[in-house]
């Protein structure tokens, strides 16, 4: 059966009173949904964000030097100038923008010295807080953003210098909604990548044992990639809104019959002990999440020439003729040898329609190599061409690693 907690019991001012109430209630079989109990307190754990300076970016200008390097200089700038006039021009309303290489904090140090702000999507405990502490080490001073869109306002009010979300599961696809308000919030730029193999663990209260355990809860999508592992252990299997909150509900209310699908630092915030990891499904192909680090670009900077791998450049546009031009930007990118990796669509939110009836998109590309490659740069200078009255609009340029 599924657990239930009394409805009372979800007050915070009363939280510490009902809690011998609520372990009672779970050893004696009173039974309530913990689904309840966990979209009420879901409302109960809102982050309060501190107001803070916005990114300083180092002078990346070269200074005065031989007749050779003067003569680099000035390449560079024929680089950019050449691609400010095609990046910087205001179509349709999207005032696209040259997105170069960002500076990335190291070691998640900012620039100032003092750990960075990264603003993460879902709530403590989950994976993308997992993902923030591996992109820019522990030391960050991360904290959640319970709803979508906050992550990206942290950036534009200077909450926050970065912010990662996740944006695709290798078993289940993408996360269409950031991809959007990627193309919403025009100041939004993505300036990393970072894959991580999914981990899911058991999670359970200490001392608990799998013969003490009667249910498991997590989100559903956890679930799904866990399926060969839970009907071995056969056991109630209920489904959550939200695995770390559950971890924090279970481990708040010392419940130990009741274990969570979940990520391994929901048990280091919760005090959790992990009864066994990876228990996700074995695939040929494995289970990985891709997660974008994204910062706000306040300085355009002379971008050098990159020419070693690891480097990725996205983009979006939408076509004059629509989806039957589609063929002619690949083209584009195929004559040039600028290899694509990924092809997205998405609703053109500023032309939603077309004369003819149907539906108008916007088109997201991954490029092999960065935008300062001369490559990708007249290959993007062409793309300009043919999208004819659309738009064109460089999501990023950026570095991309695979994390063990």
Known sequence: ???????????????????????????????????????????????????????????????????????????????????????????????????????TPPSGFGFSGRPVRVAYQGVQGSYC??????????????????????????????????????IENSLDGTIDRNFDLLLRHQGVNIVGELILPVNHCLLAVPGASRSDLKRIVSH??????????????DLEIDEVPNAADAARYVSDNRISDTAVIGSK???????????????????????????????????????????????????????EKGVSDLWRALWVMESRNVGVTRVEQRPNWSNPIRESGSFDYVFILDLDGSVSDSRVE???????????????????????????
């Not at 982050?47 to 300083?56: C, E, L, N, S, T």
């Not at 559903?220 to 252990?233: G, I, N, V, W, Y």
């Not at 290959?379 to 063990?404: C, H, M, N, P």
Request: proline share 4%; glycine share 6%; charged share 25%.
């Open 129 to 166: 807080q997992e993902a923030a502490t591996r992109a820019f080490s522990s030391v960050c001073n991360a904290f959640p953003c319970n709803h979508m869109e906050e992550a990206f306002q942290a950036l534009e009010d200077k909450t926050a210098e970065r912010a990662i979300i996740p």
């Open 378 to 404: 007249t290959a993007l200078l062409r793309l300009k061409e043919i999208t004819g009255d659309g738009f064109l609009r460089v999501l990023g340029s950026y570095q991309w690693k695979i994390g063990a």
């Open 220 to 233: 559903p999508q956890a679930l799904s990639h866990c399926k060969k592992k839970l009907e071995s252990m």
């Open 1 to 103: 059966m599924a657990l239930r907690v009394p409805a009372a019991c979800l007050r915070s001012a009363s939280e510490s009173n009902c809690r011998s109430e609520i372990r009672a209630a779970a050893r004696g079989g009173g039974i309530m949904m913990i689904k309840m109990s966990l979209k009420q307190h879901k409302h109960q754990h809102q982050h309060q964000r501190k107001k803070g300076a916005g990114i300083i970016f180092p002078d990346l200008s070269p200074p005065l030097g031989t007749e050779e390097e003067m003569a680099s200089s000035h390449e560079k700038k024929a680089v950019v100038d050449r691609l400010e006039r095609l990046f910087f021009k205001d179509v349709d309303g999207f005032l696209p923008q040259l997105c170069g290489p960002a500076s």
């Open 265 to 319: 630092i929901a048990a280091t915030e919760f005090g959790l002990q992990v009864l066994e990891q990876n228990c996700q499904d074995r695939t040929s192909t494995g289970n990985f999440n891709r997660f974008l680090q994204l910062g706000l670009v306040e300085s355009r900077t002379i971008i050098e020439k990159i020419k070693k791998k690891g480097w990725k450049t996205t983009v979006a546009f939408s076509l």
